[in-house]
């Protein structure tokens, strides 16, 4: 398992490489020039621009840079922000949290409705019950996220005023933040009503980041089901006199649980890309909102930092996925 | 005593292209602690006849019957939570593939103790002494130790022992075995053939033994039942079966037999078992019966009586030798 691990840990090397290539150039192909835009409208002097085009770094040759950049990313030194002046890595972990946060609501939101949803419409293959979950799911996979925001903000913040716009709390509130989740922190604050407004807060984005990695889910869930339900070992637990609650919850879903993992695990890499959009619409502060201000202002280190990270995040998603195979089904465990 | 009695069942399947009836007004009658072993070729129809008793058929098959009673229970009006509490506990199944039979994200152990737990109620300490018990009465060796194996850790013929402590965990009356040992080595075959017959004898329990192994039926089985087509063409004792076979399909069955064969060519039933679309008007088995004439492939035959081994023939064979004696 130890060796396995390890293993895989060396596969993230190469990966790891050509993510920081990828974002390296990825923000230095878009047009634009971050010193003309932290000038602003007064634009600047030739003199200033050389001086400030030295000073970090743009006039020496590009891979010269990107060895640097690279050789700093393997010291844990992620380069500072042309505009905040602070380490790329502080700024990353202290808006991290707030999306951790949202990523975590929205997959509990898919999993616990997606799962059970599956499980029943595979259950009731053919009925009505099937065809309108997978029906739904299937506009739910193909509604673009945006809209569906927009939608939701409409209808549940605007004409019905049951939810807020944007942001993470109400103003009305202030603590320090200790923990950086507006849910643990608002419950720790004592303050009444604090951690109702957290939750107020939190549904919509929660629901519209949840929404494709729930269709996602119970799609699959369900076909791995309809699998599994055919297989002879269900039968022998008929055969036992079981109960179809404990046929299907048990000895099926333990074994359909392989395929739907791995909806999860590349649901992880979806909710992140996701998260950006979100953030932008529900002014969430969170790292997707702060990736795609930095990408305006051209901040070339937050850009290259941010992205990088996030692919670490998937990376370890995706390890840990492949060892919980073995843990629900012992027949795929690594030696 | 009648412990499962079974009355002009049939099965239909809703498929695609019409309904298939895999099973054709079959009657069977298992006695308490008897041997009944039901042979025929495959789509037969003899697993989904005693698929059909157990409730396990998918829901694509419609089961028509005038009686199916165990031990005193109406099988065709019973309610699902009323079936569970019989079936696995006074009535079990083993069947054909012990390694797809047994889940494989479960230990063994977990596996057979959960019987234990919904049929009997055992406390956890009690499923454990039983579970043990159990796998030292159907010759698992080490069964400390092999009561936390995964399917996948055993070979075929242990997974088939498993199989048949899980079965017999809840002591049934009767036991329906689904070709248990087509799946194994013939030395493993033999093994798991004496297990059954011995357990009978310990437990006094009935044996219906679904197989299409001749040779299989001739060491074991008491009485004997032969399928065709969905249809049962025959039944005797197995002495009596092997001896005078009335039915023309029994006879060639047996002609079939390598070790009963005369010449160098080893006698075949040309032809196959019919289909969903090329069934015959008359005798099932009249395109492949080389006694067949007009009246056979026209009219269906009825079952005769228990004295010509209720074969659905118009010309049974050995009926002379049967007077005779």
């Known amino acids: ?335 | 005593m009648t412990l499962l009695r079974i009355r002009n069942l049939s099965v239909d399947f809703a498929t695609a292209s019409g309904a298939f009836r895999a099973v054709d007004g079959v009657d069977q009658d298992v006695d308490t602690g008897e041997i009944l072993a039901i042979v025929g070729e495959s789509g037969s129809g003899k697993s989904v006849s005693m698929l059909a008793v157990m409730g396990l058929l998918p829901w694509t098959a419609t089961i028509t019957a005038d009686e199916v009673t165990f031990d005193g229970h109406d099988l065709l009006n019973i309610d699902s939570r009323a079936r569970r509490r019989i079936v696995g506990n006074d009535l079990a199944m083993i069947f054909q593939e012990p390694m797809s039979s047994l889940n494989p994200c479960f230990t063994v152990g977990w596996q057979i103790k959960e019987a234990l737990r919904f049929h009997l109620g055992l406390n956890r300490r009690d499923r454990h002494a039983r579970a043990v018990e159990l796998f030292e009465q159907v010759g698992i060796p080490d069964p400390e130790k092999r009561l936390s194996a995964f399917p996948h850790q055993l070979s075929g013929g242990m997974n088939q022992r498993v199989m048949i402590a899980m079965a017999i965990a809840c002591k049934p009356k009767l036991l329906i075995a689904d070709e248990p040992t087509t799946a194994l080595d013939v030395t493993i075959q033999a093994q798991i053939l004496d297990l059954l017959a011995s357990l009978r004898e310990e437990t006094g329990m009935g044996l219906v033994l679904i197989t299409h192994d001749m040779g299989v039926v001739a060491e074991t089985a008491e009485r004997v039942s032969v399928q065709y087509a969905g249809q049962k063409v025959e039944e005797q004792p197995v002495g009596d079966l092997f001896d005078v076979p009335h039915h023309p399909y029994t006879a060639a069955l047996l002609d079939a037999l390598p070790e009963r064969a005369t010449e160098r060519m080893l006698p075949t039933i040309p032809g196959v078992v019919p289909g969903q679309f090329d069934r015959p008007q008359g005798c099932l088995f009249s395109p492949r019966c080389k006694f067949a004439d007009d009246r056979c492939r026209s009219t269906p035959p009825p079952a005769l009586g228990a004295e010509l081994g209720h074969a659905r023939c118009f010309y049974p064979l050995n009926t002379d030798e049967r007077i005779a004696s």
Not at chain 1, 6 to 17: A, E, G, M, N, V
Not at chain 1, 90 to 99: I, R, V
Not at chain 1, 144 to 172: C, Y
Not at chain 1, 316 to 322: A, H, I, S
Request: hydrophobic share 50%; proline share 5%; aromatic share 12%.
């Open chain 1, 1 to 335: 398992m130890l060796n396995y691990v390890l293993s895989r840990l060396l596969t993230f090397i190469p990966t790891f490489i050509g993510v920081t290539l990828i974002s390296f150039s990825f923000i230095r192909a878009l047009p634009g020039d971050p010193i003309v835009v932290m000038a602003g409208e007064r634009g600047l002097t030739d003199e200033r621009y050389a001086e400030l085009s030295a000073q970090f770094g743009f006039d020496r040759p590009i891979y010269v840079q990107f060895w640097e950049y690279l050789t700093g990313v393997l010291q844990g030194d992620l380069g500072t922000s042309f505009v905040t002046k602070r380490p790329v890595w502080d700024e990353f972990f202290a808006l991290f949290p707030a999306t951790l946060e949202l990523s975590v609501c929205a997959m509990i939101f898919a999993v616990v409705l997606g799962l059970p949803a599956g499980v029943i419409a595979a259950v009731n293959r053919g009925k009505l019950f099937d065809r309108a979950l997978m029906s739904t799911a299937l506009v739910g996979y193909s509604m673009p996220i945006f809209w569906w925001a927009l939608l939701l903000i409409i209808v549940f913040s605007g004409n019905l005023g049951w939810t807020p716009v944007s942001g993470r709390i109400s103003l009305m509130y202030y603590f320090p933040d200790a923990t950086g989740f507006m849910l643990i922190d608002s419950l720790a604050s004592g303050q009444k009503g604090a951690f109702a407004s957290a939750v107020q807060h939190l549904l919509l984005p929660t629901i519209v980041l949840g929404t494709i990695p729930l269709a996602v889910i119970a799609r699959q869930t369900r076909s791995a089901m309809l699998e599994v339900l055919g297989e002879d070992y269900i039968r022998t637990a008929r055969a036992k006199g079981m109960s179809p609650g404990r046929i299907n919850g048990v000895h099926a879903l333990r074994n359909a649980m392989i395929p739907v993992i791995t909806v999860i695990g590349l649901s992880v890499g979806t909710l992140l890309a996701g998260a950006i959009l979100t953030e932008t619409i529900f002014s969430w502060p969170g790292i997707g909102k702060w990736m795609v201000d930095s990408i305006f202002r051209r901040d070339y280190p937050v850009v290259q930092g941010g992205l990088l990270l996030i692919a670490v995040m998937v990376m370890v998603v995706n390890l840990t996925v492949d060892m919980l195979y073995g843990v629900i089904n012992p027949k795929i465990r690594k030696r």
